[in-house]
């Protein structure tokens, strides 16, 4: 029997088959959850549906998350599918490509409005929205990137920003819904080559060295995420709430990143 059978689980984010939303829906579809999956706009639409189709997925809906109206609606037509929802994962960010790119200090007004709204605050108002039907010990997560939230990781700049006002939000959120018996956490992965990574300045570099500088030497995948997500959508995680899980091969405990050398011959 899979960790999730006969849990509905939501799951908001998905672009294509590199999303991180993918690695995860396809986890929980692994481990016996209904599947319902929510697309930003009409031009995903294409690439999303036969995604859905492979996981069995009968509820697919799309929402803009910058609209209140939108988020509303999907609540309800949520409701009405699956009655109580058990899941509920935000996999959702944007920042425009001129805030990831120039210093940080030249972030844009509209630029900053734009990415907390939708990196952030659309976490808050999607929990809002979905709680009167949210089971008791329901599990609702978010995609976060910690050490461009805590610590400086060139050209993240805003988003950088969003990703800390985000884990903030995951803390407040636990604490409200704590008593009904609702988790909140948020996973940190480490760089995955995505469609809003592509946007990242520099992010083919950050990439590519970031399986030399940290511990286990290795790239996180979208299925690592996946499986990180069934653990804090599953029962197994039922004490836990309010926390940043770190899926990023050990790449946030370390201090000054030095390339290792030893390994290629270069040392001494
Ligand atoms: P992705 O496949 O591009 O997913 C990002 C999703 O956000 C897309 O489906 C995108 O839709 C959606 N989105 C943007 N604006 C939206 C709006 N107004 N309404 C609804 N949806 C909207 O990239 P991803 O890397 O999997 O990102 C998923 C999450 O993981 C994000 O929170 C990201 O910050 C986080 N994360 C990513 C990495 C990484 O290295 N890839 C690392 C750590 C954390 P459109 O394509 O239509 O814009």
Redesign the pocket.
Known sequence: MGLLEGKNALV?????D????WGITQAFHREGANIGIS???E??ERRVKPLAEQVGCKWLEE????KDDQIAAVAEKAAKHFGKIDVLVH????AGRDELSRPYYQTSREGFKNALD??VF?FVALTNAFLPHLNSGASVM????GSGATKVAPHYNV?GVA?AALESSTRYLAYDLGPQKIRVNAI??????????AGVGGFRDMYKHFADLSPLRENVTIEDVGNTAVFLASDLSARITGEVLYIDSGFNIMGVQMPNKEEKGEGQ
Do not use: E, H
């Not at 908001?12 to 294509?16: C, E, T």
């Not at 590199?18 to 939303?21: D, M, P």
């Not at 978010?142 to 990137?145: A, D, E, I, K, S």
């Not at 940190?188 to 990574?197: D, E, K, N, Q």
């Open positions: 908001f984010g998905l672009a294509n590199k999303s991180i939303a697309y930003a706009g031009m995903l929402c803009d998350v910058t996999s959702i960010a944007f939708i990196s659309s978010c995609l976060t990137y988003m990703k940190s992965a480490g760089p995955i080559r995505t469609l809003a990574a």
